[in-house]
Nanobody
Framework: QVQLVESGGGLVQPGGSLRLSCGAS????????MGWYRQPPGKQREWVGS???????NYADSVKGRFTISTDNAKNTVFLQMDSLKPDDTAVYYC????????WGQGTQVTVSS
């Protein structure tokens, strides 16, 4: 089992930045991928981006060039650096890790509004 705890959400003005963190604990050996999804209000959950165990990153077109995913040296924490935020980025953000199955964080609210 893998447990995930997210932090870092909040309210930010358009054009601002926010950094989300997601710490993994438990049976973390053998995690293949880590990443983020988000669910805007009234919409379905959508993939934001991911990072492999070798550090390869991929992003949704809607966030490419504005969001950056990284991990700490132990690869137990995944970060989502969000820059140039737009109101359309408002959503509940969920981290996930993949190890035989998908494990989810509890979600953290990000609101982009003036």
């Amino acid at each position: 089992q893998v447990q995930l705890v997210e932090s870092g959400g909040g309210l930010v003005q358009p054009g601002g930045s926010l950094r989300l963190s997601c710490g993994a604990s438990g049976s973390t050996f053998g995690i293949n991928n880590m990443g983020w999804y988000r669910q805007p209000p009234g919409k379905q959950r959508e993939w934001v981006g991911s990072i492999t165990s070798t550090g390869l990153t991929n992003y949704a077109d809607s966030v490419k060039g504005r969001f950056t995913i990284s991990t700490d040296n132990a690869k137990n924490t995944v970060f989502l650096q969000m820059d140039s935020l737009k109101p359309d980025d408002t959503a509940v953000y969920y981290c996930y890790v993949q190890k035989l199955r998908i494990y989810w964080g509890q979600g953290t609210q990000v609101t982009v509004s003036s």
